[in-house]
Structure formats: C-alpha cells, structure tokens
C-alpha cells in the first residue's frame, strides 16, 4: 500500500499527516518514527471503534423443525446475525422450548425475553382487535392483507394495537389461502354442518358452530387420532404441505376448498419494544428489513411447496379434492359477517381496525377482480394438473 494511502485509510490526525508528508519530502528517519505511531494507532483503532453487540431471545408459538414457520423465525435469526455482523444475535426457542407457546406474548411484552412469533388471532383473549391482522374468515388474501399493511395504514393500526403491550409488531409473511379442511361427510348444503364435529380454532370455528356444528378443540398432536376414530368428523389444518405431513389423508375421504375461514393468514414477529428502542437504529433497520424479507420468502415456500404437495396427494394418495358448493359458501359468509360484527363490538381498537379493514378489502378487492382473479380465471383452466 503507498504510504499516501495508508495515512488516509488509517484516519490518523491532521498532524500526524503533515509530519509524516514531510517525511515524504526527504526526511527518511522521521517518517519512519510516524509510520509507527501511526501503525500503533491502527493496532488500538478496532477496540475505540468496536460496536457494542445485542443478544436476543426469541420465543415461538411453532413447534420444533415446523417447515417455513419455525424454519421462518430461525432464518429471520441468521439473516440479522449476516446482516449485522454478528451485532445482533437472536436464539430461537420453539413454542414450550423456554416458555410454553401460548405464552409467548406476555413474555415479550414483559420484556423476558425481546422477541416473539406466532400469528396475532392467538392474542384475541388481549384484545379482539389483534385478529383482523391474522385472518377474518371472507376476509383479505395474503396479497390484500400485503397490501393493508404497507400500502394502508394496517401495520399502523397494529402497532397502535400491541403499543399498550409494551410490543412493536411486524408482519411475518402469509400461508396464503388455506385449504378448506379433511371431511369424512359431504358438505352439499349448509345443513351439513349440523351436528358436524370439526376441529376448526378461531373465527372459522365460531362461524361453523353458527350453521349448528359442534367444534372441538384439540392439539396438534391429536388431530390424527381424533379423526381417524370418528371422534370428529372433520379438521382443518394448513394447506397441502402442512396436512401432508400429519397424514391426514389417510383419515379422511374429502379434501375440501377454499379455505374461507383463514383466506390469507399472517404470521407476524413481534419485539419488546423497550428493546427494541434500545438498539442503535441501524439495528432497528436491519430487523426491519429483515422481516420484510420473511415476509417474502414465507409466501414464496408456501406457494412452491403447497403446489408441490398438493400433487402428491392428489396423484399419489387419490385424495378426493372437492370444493364448497357456492350456496354452502354464500350460507357461511352471512354467518361469519355476523361473527366479525360481534366481535368488532367487543372494544373500541376492534372496531376501528374493522371498519379499516372492511374499506380496504372492498377497494383493494374490486381491483384485484379486474386484475389477479380475472387472469388467473381465465389462464389457470388451461394448464390445470387437475385434469
Ligand atoms: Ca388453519
């Protein structure tokens, strides 16, 4: 390196430079003796300019090794680690890992530990308005909900939601439309809901006990078990990747759609927000941006890997895969336009996250009438696998 050169790089003072230029101009010795200052300045410059580092803990609401959403949180974890150097680090911890998974919120929110992941309808019990950032059965798709939060003033209103939590959230990327769920019944009419027992959590599962089902909650682990022996008749789950691997197809004769209940349910992270406030702001940015990037590469693997596993239980497992009758959806919606009313009523957040939510799906979705769902309509019957 030209001496020139290195004086500038090693930021040495104004000083320091003119002695060692006059160095340069003949003064052989004397340059010398600043050339080693200066390479001791180098030597103590990394510990003067050494940045203080963050270790974070991140509790989920996902069981261990759950492909894209736990697999999501670990790689949030490594692309902030890339991003910053190594100045953030966040461990992830599955849901029970550190604290069992429905109490991941509080945690956060009392400042336990910095971050959390889940999606925001499992804090309805906090405050109802957290569930219009998740899913509301008829309600917005990955792409409108995308749109909501970073093109309207959705991801405003949720941080207006969690900020009396102490938390700041950020969207974690969409399942997309879900599947409709695994029937043993036939659904030809609304009246094949009575008496229907279904596994099905949430809004969905108010909107099905409207039409006269009974729905039975149950942990992921008994699921299988619970359908395969006619202890219900019906669950829904994920999509075709998800269901795939709990082997439901083995249980159940009908593979139905779409999934009205959880049109485009998002995951979301969420972060103490003391902690959060507490990082220098170009880690703040980095978290940020790394969540956007979640938020892309969530739907991306659903996408790819549901179309891929819906093959496979299509060709592979001769799953039957049929789809709701329009009277049976139409039937379901009215129910659950009365479901999102009550609970709208429930408090004042509700209701104003609601009534935004309600005007966007209407703008956003006559657009998209025109525009996605006219193309994919037209195009999609045309290279249909289904046959
Ligand atoms: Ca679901």
């Not at 001496?3 to 052989?28: H, Q």
């Not at 910053?84 to 966040?90: A, E, K, V, Y």
């Not at 109490?103 to 019990?125: I, K, L, P």
């Amino acid at each position: 390196m030209k001496r020139r050169d290195f004086l500038k790089k090693a930021g040495i003072g104004a000083a320091s430079a003119a002695a060692a230029a006059a160095g340069v101009a003949g003064l052989v010795g004397c340059a010398k003796e600043e050339e080693k200052k200066v390479e001791k300045a180098v030597e103590k410059a990394p510990a003067v300019v050494a940045k203080k580092t963050y270790k974070w803990k991140m509790v989920t609401t996902w069981p261990p090794k759950l492909p894209v959403l736990q697999e999501g949180c670990e790689r949030l974890a490594k692309r902030v680690n890339e991003m910053s150097d190594g100045r953030l680090t966040i461990d992830v911890f599955a849901g029970g890992e550190l604290v069992p998974p429905l109490e991941s919120f509080q945690a956060v929110s009392d400042g336990t530990v910095e971050a959390g992941s889940g999606a925001s309808y499992y804090w309805a019990g906090k405050e109802p308005a957290t569930q219009w950032f998740a899913a509301v059965p008829f309600g917005m798709n990955a792409q409108g909900m995308a749109a909501w939060f970073h093109g309207g003033d959705g991801l405003k209103l949720w941080e207006e939601t969690y900020a009396p939590f102490n938390l700041i959230p950020r969207p974690g990327g969409s399942t997309g439309v879900q599947m409709g769920g695994w029937f043993n019944k036939r659904i030809n009419t609304i009246d094949d809901y009575k008496g229907l027992k279904m596994r099905i959590p949430g809004l969905g599962g108010k909107v099905v006990a409207k039409a006269g089902g009974t729905v039975v909650l149950l942990p992921g682990g008994e699921i299988f078990t619970s359908l395969e022996r006619g202890v219900i008749d019906a669950t829904e789950w994920v999509g075709p990747l998800h269901d795939l691997r709990m082997g439901f197809y083995q249980a159940a004769k009908y593979y139905y759609y779409p999934g009205w209940h959880e049109p485009g349910t998002y995951l979301e992270y969420f972060f103490n927000k003391t902690a959060y406030e507490g990082l220098p702001r170009d880690l703040q940015h980095i978290l940020d941006a790394a969540c956007m990037e979640l938020e892309q590469w969530a739907l991306t693997q659903f996408d790819a890997q549901n179309g891929a596993a819906l093959q496979t239980l299509i060709n592979e497992h001769k799953v039957e895969v049929v789809k709701f009758p329009d009277e049976v959806l139409d039937a379901l919606r009215v129910m659950a336009l009365e479901v999102v009313q009550e609970e709208a009523a429930k408090s004042p957040m509700a209701k104003k996250v609601s009534e935004s939510f309600a005007n966007f799906q209407k703008v956003v979705g006559t657009w998209g009438s025109v525009s996605e769902a006219a193309y994919y309509n037209f195009i999609q019957p045309k290279l249909s696998l289904k046959g």
